[in-house]
């Protein structure tokens, strides 16, 4: 199949999928996706669409289409024979463990990207269900319609894959599973160190910052420094060293075309809002508490205050799908899990409407 083919594949069936369960949810009243009364258990048929997926992308074409992936087959491929994969735990062995071992396996780099795809797709999966359990495939359509689950799954591999097992790790975490929370998280940093901020914006929810509320006045503050001294402290950052990748993002010249334009990106803020404003209505407006939702909100606050202060720096999003990836976490939940809205079904509908049409507009006019 031709790689041009695939976005417009993509954007068709998310569309279709989304505008089919918005509209059976706009047509009903009451406020069933809130008490479980609608698709629970249906789990069968986001597992047979994800597994469809995992498997088309996971053996794509090796095509500049889809960004890095060029760079991945390329260093996959330069692996010799007698290459061996250090485990220095200070970096990110995990990643590279996997690399060597396919490829001494025999594996093509196809079979490669498809063993990634399958990790990248069924985390997520798993932990909508636990974050879900009533309708997960309201769940994964929130998922599979976010602005960057289509990009991470074919460009920033590592990092996509690295927030999802983080996903999982969450979902665990509030299932009282620590041992297992613990693991995962390990893993998630043995394929990308970036992951240390979520991991950080837990703890913190869990042993410091309790009411989301201070993590909602941290983000007001995130805005107002990277205003007056982002460029300073973005180079700051940068010049701490922790990981090389800043240094080489702040430096370069092309960069992917959603996150053409630098400097303080207001569009991408106002994106990055919308959960932001969604927790508002709920937990302060409303008055409503939920202990899962109070740690999912005060993570996606601290992690995107973060990208708001490197927000100029090229390559910026792969910043921002630190705190991104809990995204379609932050929509769902509360309509699944919280009684908000009058008519929640048909809210439900709307807001699942307006989210996958938001990313068809934007990746069709703005993918590379």
């Not at 024979?81 to 990110?92: F, G, K, M, R, Y």
């Not at 205003?227 to 430096?251: C, H, K, P």
């Not at 909100?297 to 708001?308: C, D, G, K, R």
Request: aromatic content about 18%; overall charge neutral; glycine content about 6%.
């Amino acid at each position: 199949m031709s790689p041009y083919l695939y976005v417009p594949i993509y954007l068709s069936i998310i569309g279709f999928l989304s505008m089919i369960m918005g509209l059976k949810l706009m047509m009903q009243d009451g406020d069933s996706l809130a008490i479980g009364e609608e698709n629970k258990g249906n789990f069968i048929f986001p597992l047979i669409l994800s597994t469809i997926f995992a498997i088309w992308i996971g053996l794509r074409p090796v095509s500049g289409v889809f960004g890095d992936t060029v760079n991945y087959a390329r260093v996959y491929n330069m692996i010799g024979p007698d290459a061996v994969s250090d485990i220095n735990l200070s970096a990110e062995w995990l990643w590279g463990l996997l690399e060597t071992s396919c490829k001494h396996a025999g594996l093509s780099v196809h079979i490669f990207f498809l063993i990634i795809e399958i990790g990248y797709v069924f985390t997520a999966l798993c932990a909508i269900k636990k974050f879900v359990p009533t309708s997960p495939y309201l769940g994964f359509l929130f998922l599979f319609s976010s602005l960057m689950f289509f990009t991470f799954g074919v460009n920033g591999l590592r990092n996509g894959l690295a927030c999802h097992i983080i996903l999982l790790a969450m979902a665990f975490l509030m299932e009282d599973k620590r041992v297992i929370a613990i693991i995962l998280a390990f893993l998630a940093l043995g394929i990308h160190k970036s992951v240390m901020l979520p991991i950080v914006g837990v703890i913190s929810a869990i042993t410091v910052i309790k009411n989301p509320k201070w993590a909602f006045y941290i983000w007001l503050a995130s805005i107002v420094i990277s205003l007056l001294w982002g460029e300073y402290l973005t180079q700051l950052i940068v010049s701490i060293g922790f990981d090389d990748r800043m240094s080489s993002y702040a430096n370069a010249t092309e960069y992917n075309s959603l996150f053409s334009s630098t400097g303080f990106r207001w569009d991408f803020l106002l994106y990055s809002s919308i959960p932001i404003i969604m927790y508002w209505y709920v937990n302060i407006w409303k008055d409503l508490r939920d202990g899962w939702y109070n740690i999912i909100s005060t993570t996606y606050m601290l992690a995107n205050s973060f990208w708001i202060i490197v927000i100029r720096m090229p390559f910026s999003n792969r910043f921002a799908y630190l705190s991104w990836f809990l995204y379609p976490i932050m929509i769902v939940y509360p309509l699944c899990n919280m009684r908000a809205w009058e008519n929640q079904d048909r809210v439900a509908g709307q807001i699942l409407i307006a989210y996958a049409s938001f990313t068809i507009f934007m990746i069709m006019f703005f993918w590379n």
